[in-house]
Every structure is written in structure tokens, then in C-alpha cells.
């Protein structure tokens, strides 16, 4: 559970960044808002092809949604 709290932080992270709610983001991605959520509340997983769309979305490499920190 730890990395998908991680992976939502980071979400959370560069969506706040680019300065973005939660609901902008996910109609950029085409997922619901509290799914968008529930990624970065790490309440659900996620396919890796919404990641992919995440990190186009946010203008990140994937990697840094994967950037975990100790």
C-alpha cells in the first residue's frame, strides 16, 4: 500500500504544481473526479494506461510519478 500512497502523492504533487484541481485533471485524463481521488488518496489502483495519460496531462516523464521517496 505504501507505493500506491506514494504514487498519489506524487499525483497530488505535480497536479497542484500545474496548478490544477482534482476535476480538471480528471476530465483532462477521461476518468471521473473521485477516481482521480481515489488514486491519490491511494484508496485504488490504477491501470498504467491512465498513469500514461497522468503524466502527459501533468507534462511529467512516468518516472517521476514513480520518484519514491524514503
Request: charged fraction near 35%.
Amino acid at each position: 500500500m505504501e507505493k500506491y500512497e506514494q504514487l498519489g502523492m506524487n499525483v497530488h504533487y505535480y497536479r497542484r504544481k500545474k496548478k490544477l484541481t482534482q476535476a480538471k485533471l480528471a476530465e483532462m485524463v477521461d476518468i471521473e473526479r473521485v477516481h482521480m481521488g481515489n488514486i491519490e488518496l491511494a484508496r485504488t489502483g490504477t491501470s498504467l494506461d491512465v498513469i500514461f495519460r497522468i503524466a502527459d496531462a501533468l507534462e511529467v516523464p512516468v518516472c517521476k510519478l514513480f520518484e519514491f521517496r524514503d
